[in-house]
Structures are given as C-alpha cells and as structure tokens.
C-alpha cells in the first residue's frame, strides 16, 4: 500500500521537459473519483485489506504478520524521507523498528502496535513539513491501532510526494540548464543535414514584422457597448513604433495562438510546442468571447447589476459552461444559447430586485448583440481581442504582475483567467527563446535595419 515510489521516480523523470519549460509541474497523487469503477474496486480492496489487518490483532492469539509487514514498509518510506546528512535519525530509526526485534516481540506476543505506531507519529512529527503538522497532530488522538496505521500511511504519502516536489524544486534550474543546451544541440544536429530547416521560421518572423509595420484595421460606428469599447480617433492614429527584436518576437508568438495556417508551415522552432499554443489559443479564444459577452451583458444591466459580484459569477460560470459547446457546435448555435440565457439571467436578476425589466426592445437588441459576437469583424469582439492581445505582448515584455496592474478596458472581470492564461503564456514563450534565441537573432537581423536597436541579443531577453 504504501509502495509504487519507483513509479513516482518514474513519474519525475517525464516531468523534465515541462519542468525545463518552468511550467505547473508538481507531481501529485492520483485520485480516484469516488464513484468510478477504478475508485470503488480500490476503496474495496483497501477496505478488505484493514478489515482483515483487525482481524489477525484481535485473534487469540494475535496474528502480527500483516502488522510487521507494514511496520516493514513503515520504515523503508521513513528512512526515503530522509536527508544525506541526517545520520543520527537514520540510525534511531533503524534501532526502534529493528524488524529481527519486532518479529521476536511479535512470536512472543508482545508487540505492542500501538506503542510503536506512537514512535512513528513522533518521527513524522519531525520529517514533515509544516502544511502536514495538522494531520499528523490528528493522528495522534486515534487510538484503534487499524485505524492508526491506515492514518499513518495516508499522511506518509502525501509527505512522500513532498518530498519528490523538494527534490524537483531543488533540481529544476540544473533541468531547465540541461535541457535549453540539450534541445538546442539537437535541433543544431538536424539543421547541419537540413540547411532549410528554419525557412518556416524565417517566414514567421518576417509576417511578425509585416503585422507590426501595419495599423490595425478602424473600428466601424456601432452603438451602445460596441461605442464604448471602440478606441479613440486619437488612438486610432497613433503610428507603429520602431521595430524591436522584442516587438518582433512578441507579435510572432502572438501570431501562434492564432495559427489558421497550414501546419506544414508551422515555424520548426515551435513544432514540439505546437500542441501547447493550439490549447492555449483555444482559451484565448473563449477568454475574447466570454469579455465580449460580459461587455455587452453590463452595458444592458448598469451598475445595479453588475455592482454584484455574486451576480457577475453566476453569468461567468454560466457564459464558460455554453462556451465549451463551441469545439461540438457551430459558433453561431452557440452564441444564440449564450445569448437567451444571458438574457434570461437578467430579466431573473432585475425581476428579484424589483426593477424595472428590459423593453422588448432592448431585449432585441441584446440578443442581436450577443449574437453578432460570434463574428470575428463585430466590433465589442475586434476591440476586446485587440486589448487581449495588447495584454499578452505586455506580459511577454513586463510580466504577468505588471501587466495586471493597468489592464485596457473590458478585462478587469476576467483577472483571474488572463493571468493564468498569461502565465502560461511567458513560461512557454520565455523557454523557446532561451533555447532558439541566437537562431532568432540571425534571422531578425535580415529584418530590422541595425539603427533600430538590434544590439541586444534575443537569447539575453
């Protein structure tokens, strides 16, 4: 029960690409629904097991075999958890659980479990870390010895995986060194045979660029909340900055999460990656529509409304749930389902209030509004996107906490998801440059003219 740490090992060693890439990459321990079929077939088993372990201890004369078995395993898991350095532990430990002592204790019918059961609590006591002091201070006030093992082995798995979370932590940036060098050598292998290889590359790049030196379409004249998300006249004219390689780099990877090319012609240095931008262009998709909605939503509802946070979290958790039907419906089906419930939830909301209900015609129009965000060329959704996209880029040149700190118009309701969607984002991006960067600054000097600032090396931002 308390084994499978080579499995764990195992586990690990799968995690070092996405440890190297600095991603969410703590190991945890699998649970099982309750209700599956893998949950309940092994909630019986470990049933059967204790039910059976209570048994043999309250035979006449006691059967300890199962008892000494995991006192055995008890003390290989404790001795695991423990440091090089901690010599003298090592050695109390060996002394208190000597099996030879144990089994001897055990044919004379004097092993006391429970009294050893207190050593172990006392142990783990001072090899856990501090989030695992209230479990082990429960344990303590158990006084069924079944019970108590079953406690002690689910408390010493958690401080197994503990463990092998300290030992990532401690070993990441020597993985993360290792496998910038590692890719890189590789792909330089394959680039010797294929002179071409990074043509796709060259072309992602030079498309970066060419995005870059042209202004973003003007928004159309719309009313109500599409007016007040359109940009400025003054905005509208401001004219592109001077190329960067940062500039160039950040619109290139921006470009991924909106790949609608051929995947033939997917950059080479981002192919491993390709998966990975295909999912988190999926959230941004929905995270543009999902603001879009929540925008048209507010400007129908005011204040009153949209002053309640419990009411803003109810038409998020709402909106999110139709969204996922858009990878199994058209978009346009889904957005009208968006938009009668949306609508719906405000009439519930202002008829609990006691205000004033929607107008039919208002009614109309928010429903055709809602609707017209499943175009790509509606206003709200063009502008919202825009302001995404301008938070990515930002996030990419100053980091997620800063970016967050003046976030453009129509996301404040949508923090939260930005920011882990941004996360991800950095932690992707700043990985492939860290492994492709001086290939990037070889292509990008073909692009920006020297007076532009090219002296900083991609590798080095």
Known sequence: LGGGLVDKVNAVSKLSEKIGMNLDCHPEEKVLPPSSLEGRVKETMHNAFWDHLKDQLLATPPDFSCALELLKEIKEILL??????????????????????????????????????????????LLCAPVRDEAVQKLETITDP??????????????????????????????????????????????????????????WLTQAATDLATPPPP???????????????GE????????????????????????????????????????????????????????????????????????????????????????????????????????????????????????APLSSDSTVALMGQLQNISRKEDCVRSVIDQRIHLFLKCCLVLGVQRSLLDLPGGLALIEAELAELGQKFVNLTHHNQQVFGPYYTEILKTLIPPAQGLEMEVESL
């Open 80 to 125: 695991s958890l423990l440091l090089p350095r901690q010599n003298r532990l090592r050695s109390e430990i060996e002394e208190a659980l000597d099996m030879n002592l144990l089994g001897q204790a055990a044919e004379q019918g004097a092993l006391n479990v429970l009294c050893v059961s207190k050593y172990i609590l006392n142990t783990m006591t």
């Open 236 to 355: 509208a004219a401001v004219s592109p900055e001077p190329l960067s390689p940062r500039m160039v780099l950040s619109q290139g990877f921006l470009n991924l999460l909106l790949w609608d090319g051929d995947d033939e012609e997917f950059p080479e240095t981002l192919l491993r990656d390709r998966a990975r931008l295909r999912e988190l262009g999926a959230q941004l998709h929905r995270l543009t529509v999902l603001a879009s909605v929540l925008l048209v939503a507010g400007s129908f509802s005011g204040s009153v409304l949209f002053g309640s946070p419990q009411f803003v979290d109810k038409l998020k958790r709402t909106t999110k749930a139709l969204l996922e039907e858009f990878s199994s419906r058209p978009e346009a089906a889904a957005m009208l389902a968006v938009g009668e419930r949306v609508s719906q939830e405000i009439r519930q909301r202002l008829g609990d209030m006691r205000l």
């Open 219 to 233: 928004c159309p004249d719309t009313a109500d909340a599409a007016s007040a998300a359109c940009p400025s006249p």
């Open 146 to 203: 079944v019970r108590l093992l079953r406690g002690i082995f689910q408390v010493l798995g958690l401080m197994k995986m503990d463990m092998v979370n300290y030992t990532v932590q401690s070993l990441q940036p020597q993985l993360q060194e290792h496998n910038i060098h590692y890719e890189r050598a590789k792909f330089q292998e394959l680039l010797a045979k294929q002179p071409s290889l990074l043509d796709h590359t060259t072309r």
